[in-house]
C-alpha cells in the first residue's frame, strides 16, 4: 500500500528576509508536504534507478528506469498501464540501454535519450521509431567527442535541445530534422578567487599546466509555461546556477527580489539550513515551473525543493534529506510539477514522493493568480490573509501594497510598504497621494494663494506708500 507521512512535520519550514543586520533565516508555514510514497509494492513494479518523470496530456506519468532500461506508464491513479523496454526500428525490434532522461512532446512523441546507446530515440504511441540521433558531425566538436544524451526535450519551433555528458560548451542543439546545429546558452566560467589569484601570480608555463577554466555544465533543464528553458547547475561552482534561456540562448531570468539579495541559489545561511555531515551551498539536480510562472529547483545536497516567483522573491522551501521520516530524500533525481502538486523521484531509496500543496501554499498561489487577472481587491484579501499566517513574509506586505497601489488607495498602499523598506515603492506612492490631495483641496489651496498674493500686494502698496511720504 502506498505509505502515508506521519503525523509530524518531517521538516521545519522557513524562509528568508533582509534587515539592517543582513539577511536571516525566519521560520515560516509549511508550504508543502509529502502525502504519498509510491514503492514497488503500489506501483507493481519494482524501480531500480529512477533519474526522470513526466505527465503527458492525459495525466499519465511516466518514470524513466536507467537500470531497467525501460519508461513505465501510470494513470492518473497510479496503476501501471504499460512498459516501454523495447520499439520498432525500420521494422525490427530495437531496445534501450540505460536511458537518462525523457520528454514528451504536444503531439505525442516520446524522446528518450538513449544514453548506453550514445544516441536520442523519438517514438510515437504506436512504439515506432520516428526519429534516431546518432551521429553529431561539427567542426565545433574535437575528434574524441562521444555522444551521451543524458537529457533531451523539444520546444515549440521543433527545435531538439540535449544535455550530452563531458560537453560544458553549453547546451547542443539540433534542427527537427536532426541535424546539429551547435551550442546553445553557453554557461559562463566559473573560478575560484584562490585560482584566479595564482592565475595572475604564476606565469604562462605554469599556467598552461593548470586546469583551463571552462564553462560548467548543465544538470538538467525543462520547459516553462512560456516556451523558454530552464536550465540548472550546481549552485557551488557557478554564480548564476540557475538560468532561464529565451529563443537565442540569452539568460533572461529576472533575479530582482524585493529582500534585496539578488540571489537565486538556494540555502544562503548554511549554518541555519545544515544537514548532520554536509556544509556548503546548495546543488541542483533538476527544475519544473508552472502555469503561474514560478519554477521550482531540486537541491540534491540537502533533499529540498526550493520555491521562486517570476521576479527571484523565493516564496518557500520543502523537502529533507535522510531525516528518517517518510518523505525524505535518500538521493533526489527529480522533480516536476502537476495540479498543486511536486512529484518527486529518489533514485536511491526507488520511491516516488509526492508532495501536495498547503491551504497556506494555495492561498499565496490564488493570491498570485488574481493579480494577473488583475481582481486586486481579492488579491489584496488573500496577502492580507498571508500576512495572519506569516507575518515573516515580506513578498505578502510589497504586494498587499501594489495591490493598494493598483487600487489607487495609496495612503494605505504607503502603509505596507514602510514596513518593508520598500522606499522606491512608497515614495511612488506618496507622489500619486499628493496628485490626488492637491487635486481634492485645490479651491482651498487656489484661496490661500490668492490671499497670500493679495496680502503681499497690500504689503507693497503701504511700503511703497511711505517711500513717497
Known amino acids: 500500500m502506498t505509505q ?60 524513466c528506469d536507467m537500470s531497467q532500461n525501460a519508461i ?27 536511458p537518462y532522461g525523457i520528454f514528451m512532446t504536444q503531439t505525442g512523441i516520446l524522446y528518450v535519450a538513449d544514453y548506453g546507446n550514445n544516441r536520442v530515440v523519438a517514438i510515437n504511441e504506436k512504439n515506432e521509431a520516428v526519429k534516431i ?46 541535424t546539429f546545429l551547435g551550442f546553445y546558452g553557453s554557461n559562463e566560467v566559473s573560478a575560484s578567487l584562490i585560482d584566479r589569484i595564482w592565475k595572475e601570480i604564476m606565469t604562462d608555463e605554469q599556467t598552461a599546466k593548470l586546469t583551463q577554466f571552462v564553462p560548467i555544465e548543465y544538470k538538467n533543464f525543462s520547459l516553462d509555461y512560456k516556451g523558454f528553458i530552464y536550465a540548472v547547475s550546481k549552485a557551488s561552482t557557478v554564480g548564476n546556477p540557475v538560468r532561464r534561456l529565451n529563443l537565442s540562448g540569452g539568460d533572461v531570468l529576472v533575479r530582482n527580489p524585493i529582500n534585496g539579495t539578488k540571489q537565486v541559489v538556494g540555502d544562503l545561511s548554511y549554518p541555519w539550513a545544515g544537514v548532520s555531515g554536509i556544509t556548503g551551498p546548495s546543488s541542483f539536480t533538476d527544475v519544473t515551473s508552472d502555469e503561474l510562472g514560478n519554477y521550482y529547483v531540486l537541491d540534491d545536497k540537502r533533499g529540498r525543493v526550493f520555491a521562486y516567483d517570476e521576479s527571484g522573491n523565493m516564496l518557500f522551501v520543502f523537502g529533507a534529506r535522510n531525516s528518517g521520516q517518510v518523505g525524505s530524500f535518500s538521493s533526489p533525481s527529480a522533480i516536476v510539477y502537476q495540479d498543486h502538486c511536486v512529484y ?123 517711500r513717497k511720504a
Open 344 to 466: 518527486a523521484l529518489d533514485r536511491a531509496n526507488c520511491e516516488l514522493i509526492v508532495f501536495e500543496a498547503t491551504e497556506y501554499a494555495k492561498i499565496m498561489e490564488e493570491a498570485m493568480s488574481s493579480y494577473l487577472l488583475q481582481d486586486y481587491e481579492k488579491s489584496l484579501q488573500l496577502w492580507e490573509e498571508i500576512i495572519k499566517r506569516n507575518n515573516n513574509c515580506d513578498l505578502a506586505y510589497y504586494k498587499a501594497g501594489y495591490c493598494l497601489y493598483r487600487l489607487k488607495e495609496y495612503n494605505r498602499a504607503m502603509e505596507y510598504f514602510k514596513l518593508i523598506n520598500a522606499k522606491e515603492q512608497y515614495s511612488d506612492a506618496a507622489i500619486k497621494q499628493g496628485k490626488i490631495d492637491m487635486n481634492e483641496n485645490f479651491e482651498i489651496y487656489a484661496s490661500v494663494a490668492a490671499a497670500v498674493v493679495l496680502l503681499g500686494v497690500g504689503v507693497w502698496f503701504v511700503f511703497f506708500r511711505r
Open 133 to 178: 540521433i546518432d551521429k553529431v558531425d561539427s567542426d565545433l566538436l574535437s575528434s574524441t567527442f562521444v555522444f551521451q544524451p543524458q537529457k533531451v526535450l523539444v520546444d515549440s519551433t521543433n527545435r531538439i535541445f540535449v544535455l550530452s555528458k563531458n560537453v560544458n560548451e553549453g547546451i547542443m542543439q539540433f534542427t527537427q530534422e536532426g
Open 72 to 98: 513505465y506508464v501510470f494513470s492518473p491513479e497510479m496503476k501501471l498501464i504499460k512498459t516501454i523496454d523495447s520499439f520498432q526500428n525500420g521494422g525490427k525490434e530495437d531496445t534501450f540501454s540505460s
Open 4 to 63: 502515508n507521512v506521519a503525523a509530524a512535520d518531517p521538516y521545519q519550514g522557513y524562509s528568508y528576509t533582509t534587515t539592517d543586520e543582513g539577511t536571516m533565516a525566519v521560520a515560516a508555514p509549511q508550504a508543502y508536504l509529502p502525502t504519498a510514497v509510491y514503492n514497488a509494492r503500489d506501483l507493481g513494479v519494482a524501480l531500480t534507478s529512477p533519474e526522470d518523470l513526466l505527465f503527458d496530456a492525459q495525466g499519465n506519468l511516466y518514470i
